[in-house]
């Protein structure tokens, strides 16, 4: 059934512009629809926010940022936004309209990639990325949902919908954003707080999708997948996809590492990686087809073509020196008429090897020599160091007693991005020559380094620091709070309690003691002397403000305190007093002679207050008789003028 028939939208004009023609997918905020832009008689895409949503405000400010933000990238691998508008209810981008399929769509049908393949796509992906992120952008919900593959080949990165400023954070309904599946764990830990390192977690993740046609972490729900990418690194594709290159495992391990340090700062650092990694693979590493690919039945030469167009194939060219293919008469009349008269034979006599006799045999066996070393060498005496990398120490043995070498030494060192019990490095490294038989040291990860809380409580602000870096902790936020129990300086508590275990380098909180709430007295109206005698016996410090205001106290006397009467500040903690240079004087206007209400307006505006003396015989006059203060009298801002009315 085609539900596209009771979807409202299709086939009117938004904008007296656009006509809807069909719904093409909904989405948790829009839905998306193929049109025709009536005045440039072209097909795009409209992007169209749900009515339920448009009058939401955050909803509509986050849908115009997306028009804003992508308008500014002009880059070939970014979906192109033309125009944004409402029409009543019916908030819209008008988008440039793939014809293709997403990235989603592509690994559902056939699984994993080969390398080739997940290359291919990769790469523009970071290119379009790294645009954005250079421009000052993140994406932050980068998924293979948002890759969009148009029919021609193309690569195209789409919904900048939860766009970023870099340099923005934005904490204040700490709901996190993006797709559970492909958060980084600063995003989980610190909900607005994300920068470019999360596209290239993301892309790390989408990278190993593709490998491996599965995701790195899963579970039956969304908090155990968002635990897994908090506490689980995201394992080595070949750990699933075996023969999988060790370039690969690289680039897959330096891009989702959860300590967003150790990732490369932005798309275009991890750029340089995937090209680097490329450039290393063999045509045979490129095109292998992993067992979980389900398109294993077609032709392999042509998979590399199903989702990205083969590219353009350069002839060899003929190297300088080497000769052109005709061996026969041609290169002999080539040579011959340049040839001279042969030289008459020379006289015989007594055998005396010449020169020329001891240079030839020298040539000789140096070319003997030469090749009896280029035999000894590819005679099997020597091989390479396999990949062992990100494998476990049992398999990496294995390997290595595959490859005709001896296991040496076993070291061990702490790690914060390679799981416990896999090979961080070896020695020779991966790919080194060495000779058959020799051994090979490995270094096997510990996981990361975990050390125990100390107990602080009672430790003065300066040493608990002191302690926690040489413990190999690092202080944290330092937040204060009132205290009966412990002095003023010293820790109360740290966060995370004594005794916890956690990695090296990991940062906990100290609270702090303000010693006893002190309540703070009024000293307003008082004399500068008498407040500061007042506040310093309550055991607090006094500092008294530059600048001096005007208030209904005389010259002098404090006119304001801050913080005030009622507050509690910790022994030792400063008020500050504002001193009063008097009351403001105001010129006082003349009533006499106008109406109540006329009198009135104008005295109050004046910043006087008014009363009103009627008497008996005014009881039911209007009229102003006279006023208490002279008109044009200097009289203090705020005093009561009474006016006596006829």
Not at 2 to 7: A, F, I, R, S, V
Not at 326 to 348: I, K, L, V
Not at 494 to 505: D, H, I, K, N, Y
Request: aromatic share 4%; hydrophobic share 40%; glycine share 10%.
């Amino acid at each position: 059934m085609d539900t596209t028939l009771h979807d409202p939208l299709v086939g009117q004009v938004l904008d007296g512009r656009y006509r809807v023609d069909a719904r093409i997918a909904v989405g948790g905020m829009a839905t998306v629809y193929r049109a025709v832009d009536t005045r440039l008689d072209r097909v795009l895409a409209l992007k169209v926010m749900h009515p339920g949503l448009a009058a939401d405000g955050t909803f509509v400010e986050r849908f115009i940022r997306e028009a804003k933000s992508v308008a500014r990238l002009a880059h070939p691998n970014v979906v192109q936004v033309f125009d944004q508008g409402t029409d009543r209810s019916y908030v819209y981008l008008a988008m440039e309209y793939i014809a293709g399929c997403t990235l989603r769509d592509v690994l559902r049908d056939r699984g994993a990639l080969q390398p080739r393949a997940a290359l291919d796509i990769l790469e523009p992906v970071l290119a379009a990325l790294g645009a954005a992120h250079r421009a000052g952008f993140v994406h932050r919900d980068m998924k293979p949902e948002n890759v969009l593959i148009g029919d021609d080949g193309r690569v195209k990165v789409a919904d900048f919908g939860l766009v970023r400023s870099v340099d923005t954070v934005t904490s204040t309904t700490g709901a996190v954003l993006g797709t559970v599946a492909y958060l980084a764990p600063e995003q989980i830990e610190t909900p607005g707080t994300a920068d470019a390192r999360v596209d290239v977690y993301a892309c790390g993740v989408v990278f190993y999708e593709m490998l491996t046609g599965e995701k790195p972490h899963d579970g039956d729900s969304p908090a155990i997948v968002l635990y897994k990418h908090l506490h689980e690194d995201v394992p080595a594709p070949s750990s699933i996809v075996p023969g999988l290159a060790y370039e690969l495992d690289q680039v897959v391990a330096s891009a989702t590492a959860r300590t967003p340090a150790v990732r490369p700062h932005d798309a275009v650092a991890l750029l340089g990686q995937v090209r680097e990694a490329r450039a290393a693979l063999t045509e045979e590493q490129l095109d292998a087809l992993p067992p979980q690919a389900r398109s294993a039945e077609h032709d392999a030469t042509e998979d590399r073509t199903s989702v990205i167009p083969r590219s353009l194939t350069v002839p060899r060219p003929l190297p300088v020196n080497e000769d052109e293919p005709d061996g026969g008469e041609g290169a002999m009349n080539r040579t011959s008429r340049f040839r001279s008269p042969p030289p008459p034979p020379p006289r015989r006599g007594p055998f005396r090897p010449g020169r020329g006799v001891v240079a030839l045999v020298a040539a000789l066996l140096l070319v003997f020599g030469v090749g009896a070393g280029v035999w000894y060498i590819n005679s099997g005496q020597f091989t390479k160091v396999p990949a062992v990398l990100t494998q476990t120490q049992q398999r990496a043995e294995q390997r290595l007693e595959a490859a005709g070498l001896e296991v040496g030494s076993v070291e061990h060192r702490y790690s914060d991005t390679v799981k416990r019990g896999t090979v961080i490095e070896t020695d020779p490294e991966p790919g080194a020559r060495i000779r058959k038989n020799d051994s090979v040291t490995l270094v096997v990860s510990d996981g990361p380094q975990t050390v125990k809380v100390p107990d602080l409580k009672g430790t003065r602000l300066d040493k608990a620091k002191e302690r926690l870096k040489a413990d190999g902790l690092q202080p944290g936020l330092v937040t204060k709070e009132f205290s009966d129990d412990v002095l003023k300086g010293f820790v109360i508590s740290s966060g995370p309690e004594a005794g916890t275990e956690r990695r090296a380098g990991s940062a906990v909180a100290l609270v702090v003691s303000k010693g006893p709430a002190l309540d703070v007295p009024d000293v307003t109206g008082d004399d500068l002397d008498d407040a500061r005698a007042e506040l310093e016996e309550a055991g607090f410090q006094v500092e008294v403000a530059s600048k001096e205001i005007n208030s209904e106290f005389d010259k002098g006397q404090v006119a304001a305190q801050s913080p005030q009467e009622g507050a509690q500040l910790g022994e030792g903690d400063t008020v500050t007093l504002t001193l009063s240079k008097g009351p403001e004087l105001v010129e006082v206007p003349d009533v006499v002679g106008d109406s109540v209400d006329d009198a009135t307006a104008e005295l109050e505006a004046a910043g006087f207050s008014v009363d009103e003396d009627r008497g008996l015989l005014g009881l039911f006059g209007d009229t102003v008789k006279s006023q208490s203060a002279a008109a044009g009298e200097s009289v203090p801002k705020g005093s009561t003028i009474t006016i006596t009315i006829r």
